[in-house]
């Protein structure tokens, strides 16, 4: 651990398996922890937001979605659970949700009538265009203890993370 800065709960973590197990290399598991933490903890504090607008992060992420696919705020559901990470069943069972709240609509594709399309409804368009706001607003408060330097170096490191982790793109 560093001097400069205040033993974390990782760090509680290691010092048992120290004690426990001197014979392990930490470091994985240190790196890895934290990444977990940070993102357990960011959850917490984006669900706050995304809870004043009455809705949840996976309902914000299924709007924004949408609102970020541009005009006319339309796609198959196939690329809407692609894009989120989730199975088939799981979208089905959100969309179903989101259209009883009145956010989107399900219609049938003109280019394949066997298939259905979801959009953005007039006012699924207004709330994820106010939350997305909000959501940038929040994210500038959690990320602003940190410098420009040290935002930019933790980026970095996490792109490189990510394009190990994550299969290349098409």
Known sequence: MSADRQPDAVDAILGQWRRE???????PMATIGRVKRCS???????DETFASFGMSTWEFDVLATLRRSGEPYCLAPTALFSTLMITSGTMTHRLKRLEASGWIEREVNREDARSLLVRLTPSGLELVNRAVEAHLDNERRILAPLSAAD?????????TLLAVLEPPRD
């Open 151 to 159: 935002l930019a170096a933790l980026d970095a490191s996490l792109a």
């Open 21 to 27: 197990r001197p014979d392990l290399d930490l470091g």
């Open 40 to 46: 357990a903890l960011l959850g917490r504090r984006l």
